[in-house]
């Protein structure tokens, strides 16, 4: 049966609660005196403040649970307050192969689960008929385990392993729902699960699955394990929620009630700000309710009889006419941009692997912020413990970049493994402004990252050389800002080959044909433009989106294969298409179009016994400012590449520079960095490029790393 609306006398109550209510809340934050009588929502705020909450949320939490309260429509029906716990079953869905800052070698994590509890406060106000509104308050943990299973080399040969993330993950909840009542005592309810997180903490480890296998060399069953904080994390889950529960009276007055409920909840925003990264929750629990029994509402004075009056002259209301609403119209077209930006009508894309060895060149330089001696946050540091865990092959799938920023591991290590090595360690500054013949801020630099080797990689002091100047041996022009900051760095330099030499890696590489898709997005409507999205995908699996809230720009081009995670993986084919929305709401969507897609990878041309090639790569680094000479670490590695190309092989030699200069004179620079190192190598076709950004040409080390020539090496491979 359907409720009565509340009576004068009960919307009194209620707004006498929300009075002292705001009395607790002038008593927490002005100084005024205290309130001794606090109703129940006084008490859920003091809830609030026991969880050290910042007081920005908890005054947010109070505006929007007063604002419900006077809002409500009123009923005859009495508030209901209680308690409940929960038994979570979390169910997590990712993709991402790392946390942010943890290095890991996992190929990806996709799911996991994990079983918790929880608990918390509730209160529920009659809505209107037999609808309630209902406001819980709960801590809640959306722990889970991670796993990802790979295959290792071990002393037992292949052998399974896997990796595992333990994610710690509480959270302060708030649900605002609708319930309905379906028979007495049966109600559903549906809403929203608002979480507040908390600090998240982590726990990783490899684990062979196999009973027989141990990882090599550590000869253990388990490596890499760490643990601490997770960084990046949203402030905010939010999950629409859905639930079911039955009321069993616990006295004959129906003042006190048990009830068992479940509820699933599906997060639809992330729990990291840089991860996809989203979990799913099942509750299963119990609530035990209390509910007052209402006070008797007094009868009204009777309503005085009114005389009649005299009929009012009609009123003649004309009918508003509707305004027209807008039209849109969308379109899109595709075509293929080969590599010399020429535009050719895309018949079909085709993705294929190679194996490759690659030759990542190790710049031996430390750059330091201005008048700063403090080692920059972007150089990835271990703690003490962790470097027993640190490995080369956590480096695999790093761009050349990252990999630079683990240089004083990677040389911690080769240290380690070199006991006889010795590192010299040479602090320089700009000599200008307030580092102008500052060679004590020179020896700080030095200093700061001897400290490193020495006590994170226990290095023998005896094996670290420090030395301290002004401007580096060889500086960059300093007459420009660019060159002044790349002077603010210290040189490491070794008396062994083997702690400075290049990473040399063997990869999988993959060239796309053609490697960039350019779309031509029109959007046309005389109202203004409220959104329009682009979105290409294989499968109903989202591989790549263009979007935006004014007119799309004309052209918009994808680089296939610029993000890994990005890159469609099945022969089939790619669907692309635009929709769009203007101010008067009107929508456009074109048909899906597509372009066939192939991948071949380096298993099926096995298989299918096709013509393969090998594609090694190497870049050859330092060419010293403004020169094209090759230095004493280029011609080593040259020497290791001149009896690695074949006679059948096809030698391509690429020149760059930075950007500082003009452009035709870092184009002419280019080429005689890439001509002398085909004469060094006596094979080879020379190409400049000019400043190309090959590396972020806004930080110094990448600016080194542009001063390069790259090496490709295509080798056939007979059928």
């Not at 709401?585 to 099926?604: D, G, M, N």
């Not at 870092?666 to 060094?680: P, Y």
Request: aromatic share 8%.
């Amino acid at each position: 049966m359907g409720r009565n609306r509340f009576s004068e006398y009960t919307q009194s109550m209620i707004l006498s609660s929300i009075s002292h209510l705001s009395c607790y809340i002038r008593r927490d934050f002005l100084p005024t005196q205290r309130n001794q009588n606090s109703s129940l929502v006084v008490i859920k705020v003091h809830y609030l403040k026991v969880l050290t909450m910042k007081r920005k949320h908890i005054s947010i939490i109070i505006g929007l649970f007063c604002i419900t309260i006077s809002s409500l429509n009123a009923q005859e029906s009495t508030i209901r307050y209680g308690i409940f716990g929960h038994g979570l079953l979390n169910m997590h869905n990712a993709n991402f192969k790392e946390l942010p800052g943890v290095p890991n070698c996992c190929k990806n994590y996709t799911e996991g689960t994990g079983s918790t509890i929880g608990g918390g406060f509730l209160i529920e106000f009659p809505f209107f008929s037999d609808f309630d509104f209902s406001f819980r308050m709960s801590y809640a943990d959306y722990s889970g385990l991670l796993e990802s299973t790979d295959n290792i080399i071990t002393a037992n040969g292949s052998t399974p392993f896997t990796h595992k993330l333990d994610a710690i993950i509480p959270a302060i909840s708030l649900q605002p729902s609708l319930m309905y009542d379906i028979t007495k005592g049966l109600k559903v309810h549906a809403g929203f699960d608002l979480n507040y997180l908390l600090n998240q903490k982590y726990s990783q480890k490899e684990v062979i699955s196999s009973p027989n296998g141990t990882f090599i060399p550590e000869n253990t069953r388990e490596r890499n394990a760490t643990s601490g904080d997770i960084q990046e994390n949203a402030v905010v889950m939010i999950a629409p929620m859905i639930g079911v529960a039955y009321e069993f009276p616990m006295n004959a007055k129906r003042t006190l009630f048990l009830t068992p409920e479940v509820q699933y909840q599906h997060g639809i925003t992330n729990l990291n700000n840089t991860l996809d990264w989203k979990v799913s929750t099942i509750r299963f629990g119990v609530a035990l309710k209390y509910s007052p029994k209402p006070t008797p509402i007094p009868k009204p004075d009777p309503i005085p009889e009114k005389k009649p009056e005299e009929p009012a002259k009609p009123i003649i209301a004309q009918t508003p006419v509707t305004p027209q609403k807008e039209p849109i119209e969308a379109q899109i077209r595709a075509v293929g941009l080969d590599e010399n930006g020429k535009e050719f009508p895309v018949a079909k894309i085709v993705v294929e692997e190679f194996l490759s060895a690659q030759i990542r060149p190790l710049l031996n330089y430390i750059f330091f912020d201005n008048n700063s001696s403090e080692i920059s946050p972007k150089y990835n540091k271990l703690s003490a413990e962790a470097t027993n865990s640190f490995s080369m092959i956590t480096l695999h799938n790093e761009s050349t970049l990252q990999t630079y920023y683990h240089i004083m591991n990677i040389i911690g290590q080769r240290l380690r493994e070199n006991p006889t090595a010795k590192l010299t360690i040479t602090g320089c500054n700009s000599n200008e402004s307030k580092e102008k013949n500052n060679t004590e801020l020179s020896e700080q630099r030095a200093n700061a990252v001897k400290e490193y080797f020495l006590k994170t990689w226990n290095i023998e002091e005896k094996r670290l050389i420090v030395r301290y100047r002004n401007l580096p041996e060889k500086p960059s022009n300093n007459d420009t800002d660019d060159g002044i900051a790349e002077n603010r760095r210290v040189e490491l330099s070794s008396d062994t080959w083997k702690i400075i030499e290049p990473v040399i890696l063997n990869d999988t590489i993959r060239t796309s044909n053609p490697p960039i898709i350019r779309f031509y997005p029109t959007v046309n409507t005389k109202a203004d433009i409220r959104d329009w999205k682009v979105i290409v995908s294989q499968q109903n699996k989202e591989y790549k989106q263009f979007s935006g809230t004014q007119t799309p720009p004309q052209l918009l081009d994808w680089a296939i294969l610029n993000d890994k995670n990005s890159i469609p993986s099945l022969s089939q084919p790619l669907y692309y298409t635009i929709n769009a929305e203007n101010s008067d709401k009107e929508k456009a969507i074109t048909p899906l179009l597509s372009i066939p897609f192939e991948q071949i990878t380096v298993q099926k041309k096995r298989a299918e016994k096709k013509s393969d090639k090998e594609i090694d790569r190497y870049s050859l680094i330092l060419f010293d400012f403004d020169r094209a000479e090759i230095g004493v670490a280029n011609k080593r590695i040259l020497d290791y590449i001149k009896p690695r190309i074949a006679p059948k092989a096809t030698v391509t030699v690429t020149g760059f520079t930075d950007k500082i200069g003009d452009d035709q004179h870092n184009k002419e620079l280019s080429l005689q960095r890439a001509q002398n190192t085909v004469k060094a190598l006596g094979k080879g076709t020379a190409i400049g490029e000019g400043e190309k950004e090959v590396f972020d040409n806004s930080v110094p080390e990448g600016r080194f790393y542009n001063r390069t020539v790259t090496v490709i090496v295509e080798t056939p491979i007979s059928k």
